[in-house]
């Protein structure tokens, strides 16, 4: 193997990628985030194979690490090295083959330490490799590493904004005037370059400190791995655990032994692929195979520099509707920076033709350090926003151009007041349980029985449905005759909205009957379960999706019968949920008790979604045809249920509940899924109510008046007899009220709303109407008009409009945190 050098490396790196991903697997079981979103959910079948087969493909991974020592072992005049690593592997193999590790473990501090014990065997094979391979280096020269710089930027610019006419027509909503587009080019071009230059100054520093070493060569060598290091820790930490709520300084030092490993991993494979018997250029060994220069004059470089814009185009696309607030596609790009980077360093070698005689080093050294400060500088604070027009140009630029949005999204450091705002909000998101002491929630007293006979109850929460793909929401929905058929015996509710951007806080908030301290894992919940107090209290029989947010609301007790057992959260389907909730219906027909059933179908969530193939002959112009084709489903389960009601005779003594836990942005200025985004097609929600004949002229309701999926609880608890008190805006209040009284006014109030998954915050006022979201992941602030029917309106932000909003955010989250009794640290 050491004769084939690209194979070689193709077995180093499926060497180190199977540690790396081992490692991975152990830190998602580790952090409470990712368990709960990945591991537990099963969204990642991927994953779940790796974890059934990691015993087997342990073996399969050794086995062709032992084929690269072979004429090793044979013609090394020291070969204890390999002979060694082989032995002790070889054990490590047949415990795993006895006891599985990977299935077994769970959220301890055991399982870390095995996340970090993994990342060894790449950096210990690395050691052995460089001990194989002594090669003689040379001191890179830093006006081709310059000049590499400048043409990377252009090159890199120019890939990403060729392709971005081409997603300008698959971005929804992302219009963008002609006369936009030049100083979006121009405002790119420019950061592209700033951020090439930056990094030139980095390595230039690298350089000349080898300099001034004993072996100038070798520690050039080893000080680019260090920077390497340094860079894979940097886009670990800042952006990928950041992403995963993974911080602090246990992230930092995870990231630093991954980022070793990985160089470590890619230097030794690098050795090897390109090993020569004179001096080497330690980056053009670094960047082997993309600098090209066994391939003679450059033109195989030159062929695949061409193509960068198709691969970026295909890689970006190929990722956007499986990823989590862009991260995959910043980590598509970074790799084409790095791609482009090697080909063209490759290109320029020997190429004296791209140095301008005359032009001297200093001054371009000089311009390249004021780059670097420039792009380490904090952004300016949104309490003095850029011009508007120049702003949503950008904004409107970065949907269709990835590179732009990483740069833009890279510089989210702020100055001043609004650094400490983020801060605070940062502060007050993923509590740890240990630090909140939760008070109880209790709308009313339930010590009395209930008055008179009590209705069904079926509750159904569609994950991710949004209004506007539900025909009573939106005229141009074809594709939903059931639901606008019940929608027509029904209470349609047309603003209403999510306290929170996804299922882990919002289902619980549903329970609870209003907002709670921002957790992953709620803990004790028995004392602010509202709903199922009144369950019990009222004598129900609870059919209940068990998902895994549910499972730890509900504690297992024998008016609970479980549905959906056994089951992976993906598969948790609509007509499989209904079928279920029908057979125990008619199953237990001597029961007299009522029954409350409550759903979480997953047809249309993201994860199931981009794994959905249209059938053939069905169309869907306008709308995100695999989401649309889902909503189909749904409908057509949902109005198999509701005539099972009808034909059976609950229909008419049942509370029928339809809605969502949230939205979802199918494409929006690039975005897919929810993550943490919380712009509107995120936090709006249908919300369609059944009553029971016997309540439906003893109530009334004004359903154009702003309501929160929060208002479900409390809407039961007055439905059943039970006035609930009103615990604040935080809480939910009855959408019905006796029909002579009046319906209390939203219209004056703010309400705050959240991202489950991390520090992104909104308000929203004028009766549902303004939506102010502050954003402390991306370090931006953005206002929004709402409209009924026509496109909501990008507001432009003045320091009224922030002072006012983040002002009542952080009484309002100061409040949510009194009422836990949690003290933010400082």
């Avoid at 309490?383 to 740069?407: G, H, K, M, N, Q």
Wanted: charged residues 15%.
């Amino acid at each position: 193997m050491t004769e084939r050098p690209l194979t070689f490396a193709f077995a180093r790196l499926t060497n180190a990628a199977y540690f790396v991903l081992t490692s991975a697997y152990c830190l998602f079981v580790f952090n409470p985030f990712t368990h709960s979103q990945f591991i537990q959910h099963e969204y990642l079948s991927w994953l779940s194979a790796f974890v059934a087969h990691h015993a087997a493909l342990y073996w399969v991974t050794l086995l062709l690490t032992a084929l690269t020592f072979v004429p090793e072992c044979r013609e090394s005049i020291d070969s204890r090295h390999p002979r060694v690593y082989l032995a002790v592997m070889a054990a490590v193999g047949v415990y795993l083959a006895v006891h599985p590790v990977l299935p077994t473990v769970g959220e301890t501090n055991g399982t870390l330490a095995l996340a970090l014990a993994a990342l060894a065997p790449p950096m210990w094979l690395s050691v052995i490799d460089h001990r194989a391979t002594p090669l003689r280096m040379a001191l890179p020269d830093d006006r081709r590493v310059l000049e590499a710089s400048i043409v990377s930027a252009a090159v890199v610019w120019l890939v990403f904004a060729l392709g971005a006419p081409i997603r300008l027509g698959r971005v929804v909503a992302a219009d963008m005037p002609a006369g936009w587009f030049v100083p979006a080019l121009v405002v790119s071009a420019v950061v592209h370059l700033l951020v090439f230059l930056a990094s030139f100054a980095v390595v230039y520093v690298a350089l000349r400190a080898a300099r001034a070493l004993p072996s100038p060569g070798p520690a050039a060598y080893w000080l680019l791995v260090a920077l390497g290091a340094a860079a894979v820790t940097s886009v670990l930490v800042g952006m990928v655990f950041a992403a995963i709520a993974f911080t602090g300084g246990v992230a930092w030092i995870f990231g630093a032994m991954m980022g070793s490993s990985v160089a470590l991993a890619w230097a030794g494979a690098a050795r090897h692929a390109s090993a020569t018997r004179g001096d080497n250029d330690p980056l053009e060994l670094l960047l082997t195979p993309m600098t090209m220069t066994k391939a003679g004059s450059g033109v195989s470089a030159g062929i695949l520099l061409g193509l960068m814009p198709f691969v970026a185009f295909a890689l970006v696309a190929g990722v956007a509707q499986f990823d989590w607030n862009f991260l995959v596609q910043k980590l598509a790009v970074l790799a084409v920076w790095f791609v482009c980077f090697g080909l063209v360093y490759g290109w320029l070698a020997g190429r004296r033709a791209f140095r301008p005689t005359g032009v001297k080093m200093t001054p371009l050294v000089v311009v390249a350090f004021v780059s670097a400060a420039v792009v380490a500088a904090p952004r300016a604070s949104t309490s003095t926003p850029a011009p508007a027009t120049l702003e949503l140009a950008l904004d409107r630029y970065a949907a269709v151009d990835p590179s732009f949005r990483l740069i833009r999204d890279a510089r989210a450091a702020n100055a001043g007041h609004t650094s400490a705002f983020y801060a605070f909000l940062s502060a007050n998101t993923l509590v740890s349980p240990r630090r909140v002491q939760p008070a109880d929630i209790d709308f009313a007293r339930l010590d009395r029985p209930p008055a008179g006979p009590r209705p069904n109850i079926f509750l159904i929460v569609v994950d991710s449905l949004r209004p506007d793909y539900v025909s009573p929401y939106n005229p141009r929905v074809t594709f939903t005759p059931a639901i606008e058929r019940f929608a027509a015996e029904s209470t349609v509710f047309t603003r209403t909205f999510a306290r929170y951007g996804g299922t882990n806080l919002s289902v619980p908030a549903i329970w609870a009957g209003g907002m709670l301290i921002h957790q992953l894992e709620q803990g004790p919940f028995d004392g602010r379960d509202a709903l199922l107090k009144l369950v019990d209290a009222d004598g129900y029989r609870a059919l209940l999706s068990m998902d895994s947010v549910v499972r730890t609301l509900v504690p297992a007790r024998p008016n609970v019968t479980p549905l959906d057992v056994n089951l992976s959260a993906v598969d948790f389907e609509m007509c499989r949920t209904t079928e279920e909730i029908e057979r125990s219906l008619d199953g237990n027909l001597a029961d007299r008790r009522p029954v409350f059933a409550y759903a979480l179908p997953q047809n249309i969530h993201i994860a199931v979604a981009v794994h959905t193939k249209v059938p053939e002959g069905e169309s869907y112009p306008g709308f995100f045809a695999p989401v649309a084709h889902g909503v189909r489903t749904v409908d057509r389960c949902f109005g198999s249920f509701v005539d099972y009601l009808k034909k059976t005779g609950r229909y008419d003594d049942s509370v029928v509940i339809l809605t969502s836990d949230h939205g979802d942005s199918l494409g929006e200025d690039g975005r897919y899924g929810h993550s943490l985004f919380m712009f509107p097609e995120v936090v709006r929600v249908p919300l369609i109510v059944h009553l029971p004949t016997a309540l439906r002229d003893r109530v009334k309701s004004d359903p154009h008046q702003v309501s929160f999926s929060t208002d479900l609880t409390p809407t039961l608890y007055a439905l059943l007899g039970h006035p609930p008190a009103d615990l604040g805006p935080l809480f939910g209040s009855p959408l019905f009220v006796p029909a002579g009284s009046t319906v209390p006014s939203r219209a004056r109030q703010s309400y705050l709303l959240a991202s489950s998954y991390g520090a992104v915050y909104a308000l929203l006022s004028d009766n549902g109407r303004r939506l102010y979201i502050a954003d402390a992941v991306d370090g931006r602030d953005y206002a929004f008009s709402l409209r009924d029917h026509e496109p909501d309106v990008r507001l432009e932000l003045t320091p009224a409009m922030i002072e006012e909003n983040r002002r009542l955010i952080r009484e309002q989250l100061t409040a949510l945190a009194a009422l836990n009794r949690y003290q933010a640290e400082p």
